[in-house]
């Protein structure tokens, strides 16, 4: 049951009737399978070693000019969705095409001489149609899908993207263990569509929302604080700011407050640094920067309800509350990943496990 | 949330799962360099016996976790230890040929000392970890890589067979045999690293809303894929590609360590917290 090619109905079949020129059989050969197989893998390595998506002056930073540019000409700072990677995939899957072309009339006449009983003589032939199957659904979802990122405080209602949906945040909760790590992330919703209908839920993490062909992910998580800006005195605006998110008074945009990073328990390394001792808003804090035109005023931490001023002017922050990143999918094909999966195993299942299991049989009859 | 009993089994027990490996290891030695039978059947008992208790430490760890003791470092250090000493016990059994012992049984005890060096603390979960297919991911990947690495020895005997001396050549199966072992232990691992990588796939879905991200733990795993996959296929063509298939059997061992170990080490990404 060893033998290499033993009885296996070979891609070599089809020889001698009409003879496929030089370059079709070289297309359906296997020696072009493993030419390609070897340069996936070979720009699999570059993308896993070299960082994907950073901006040239990094490249230049880790790898010198010449590095650098060699990774920008050849596009191997986006490996996974540059045209050469998918030139190679889209020949992998010719290859596959033509070789399960050229292979089908020998297996059918292989199977059908066992008496249509020998299943074990499809197990390769099912392998490569589930890879092949693999290959173009995923490559289609890439296409069909649509991403939809939203992030709110809970009570706050947004529309979705440019779906016509629109989605509240009806609630957030962050559950937490008696030893003060996350135990889970809960986000209560509510999605309407533009004639009304509506359907609430809640998504946390790994237990998605589903929803007028959407699915809703609990993706991630921060703190916001509101922030009343005054001037001599009087209030002239009030804003809710995510960390990482800024604001200034309408009437003078040259001046900035850049909510920087929260800590809800502020406490302090020996060797000075800040951290946070729990997630439990117990101590809070905000670290903010002031800005002037461009150029820094001042940093600092600030408790809620102290104010932060310059001149005339004065910040303050109040009232720290999480919101949550909501992450909308819709990817029509995801059944079809799912069935082109499930023929690659059973073809695989076949191959390893029917197949020498029959033809033992076979032998042991003979 | 602890328990100091269950704790300490588990520490003792582990000990001396290394104990019994390492013991296991010398026996298979000695059955390589002296003609000793007897030398070969402790040394498969030794390593039975210590896989047992392996098997009771994991247990020992699930109980006291309150949950399947298989998401940080050391717990998935320990499940693939586990994983090649079952499949080892398996094939032995199957196709008796001992002297395997000797590369597969220090590369046991030698996963299960990396995996002791780690921290062994019992964390709890983040959200994204606590998911039923984790369990499924990880059981599959331990019984891929067990089967890569029962291949990974056989396939040193097959490169080296020609170098072996005395008594060790005699108990080396001919080319044809050592061809088929680690055929069925590559598709063994075959299969289950594609289940691996589809369960893995399923998870990344529920949790962050996407099959596949070309994060460096996948992308080394589809690596590692295409290697056997090309293995599978060089087979196929005959003796010449016999070698050059078991070179491919060690390289994408090789792979499989690097996903394993490397990647943490090196390439930090999605997977960095496992
Ligand atoms: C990534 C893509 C591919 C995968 C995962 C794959 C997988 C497999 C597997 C698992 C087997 C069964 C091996 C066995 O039973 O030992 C097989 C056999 C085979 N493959 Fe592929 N294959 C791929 C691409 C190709 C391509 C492009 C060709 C075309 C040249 C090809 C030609 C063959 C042939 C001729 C056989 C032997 C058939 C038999 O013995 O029944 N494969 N392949």
Redesign the pocket.
Known sequence: MTGP?DG????KAGKGKDRPQGWLRFL???Q??FV??FIIAAACVAGSVIPQGSSEAAYRQLYGDTGAKIITELNLDHVFTCWWFVLLTAL?CV??I???VS?FPA?LKAWKASGRKSVG?W???I??LG?LLLIISFAAGQYTSREETVYGIAGSTQPLGGTGLSITIDSFDVSLREDNTVEQYTAGLTVSDASGNSKSGTASVNHPFDAFGYSFYQDSMGWAVYVDIYKSGGQVKTDLICAGEYTFPNELPSLVLMFNKFYPDLARNEDGSYYSRTPLPDNPHALYSVYYDGSVLGMGLAAPGTSIDCNEYSFVMRDPCEYTLIVAKHDPLSWLVGVSAFV?LA??FI??YV?PWEKKRIQNAE | MQNNTLGNIESIGFMALLILYFAGSIFYFIYAGAKKEKAARAGYILVLVGFAVHTLCIIARGVNAGRLPLTNQFEFASAFAWGIAICFLVFVKKFGFDALGMVVAPLVFLVAGYAFMQNREINSLMPALQSGWLGFHVCTAIIAYGGFGVAFGVALFFLLKGKLKGSLAERVPDEKTLDNII?RAV?LG?LFLTLCMITGAIWAKRAWGSYWNWDPKETWSLIT??IY?IF??L??RGAVSGRKAAVLAVVGFVCVIFTYVGVNLLLPGLHSYA
Not at chain 1, 8 to 11: G, Q, V, Y
């Open positions: 090619m296996a109905p070979d891609h359906k050969s296997m072009f399978s390609l197989l992998l290859n596959l033509l070789c399960s292979r297996v003589m197990g390769s032939w392998t490569h890879m690659l073809g695989l191959s390893f197949r | 055929y598709s075959f894929w295409i996959a599978l296929h087979r196929l």
